[in-house]
């Protein structure tokens, strides 16, 4: 798998200051994470959104990466991630809690289902899709209380494809 390159209009390839940080890497950085909120079945475009963004920025500082997913990381996903990253890249799979993903118990669950098909009908983009309202649910109120993230003071988001 190779990183994509991306090209201004002189077709140079730009991004970050390739030239700068190869003759002055960063001697102090933030005690970050990159997290990654996937599926096993993404796993295609997981691996190649990690191969990207190692070459266009991580390469250059190495932040370790945390995967989380509502049901466990299967093998064949941790094994292309892992191959993917240079050894000395730490990376970490989590299981998101039970109660922080899906519908809290006060939620009339016909009721949301009935306004996803409205939002559907109406053409909101992911308007039906209940799996994406769990996302922004976990994303707006959960992800940083996850027990993997709280040794890190910024955690960035990583969306796959990048």
């Not at 799996?131 to 796959?160: A, K, M, N, Q, W």
Request: charged share 25%; aromatic share 16%; hydrophobic share 30%.
């Amino acid at each position: 798998m190779q990183p994509l390159t991306y090209y201004n209009n002189n077709n140079e390839p730009v991004c970050l200051p390739e030239n700068y940080l190869q003759k002055q890497r960063p001697v102090k950085k933030a005690k970050a994470a990159m997290v990654i909120l996937t599926r096993n079945s993404e796993k295609d475009a997981v691996t190649e959104t990690v191969v990207n963004f190692e070459d266009k920025f991580n390469k250059n500082f190495k932040y370790p990466y945390v995967f989380l997913n509502n049901e466990s990381f299967d093998e064949p996903f941790k094994n292309a991630i892992r191959a993917v990253l240079s050894p000395e890249t730490e990376v970490k799979f989590g299981l998101i809690p039970q109660e922080h993903w899906g519908y809290p118990a006060w939620v009339n669950k016909q009721k949301a289902e009935k306004a996803r098909q409205e939002m559907d009908r109406n053409g909101v983009y992911f308007g039906g899709l209940g799996s994406y309202h769990h996302i922004c649910r976990y994303y707006s109120g959960f992800f940083y209380r996850h027990p993997l993230l709280d040794e890190y003071s910024v955690r960035t988001r990583v969306y796959d494809p990048l």
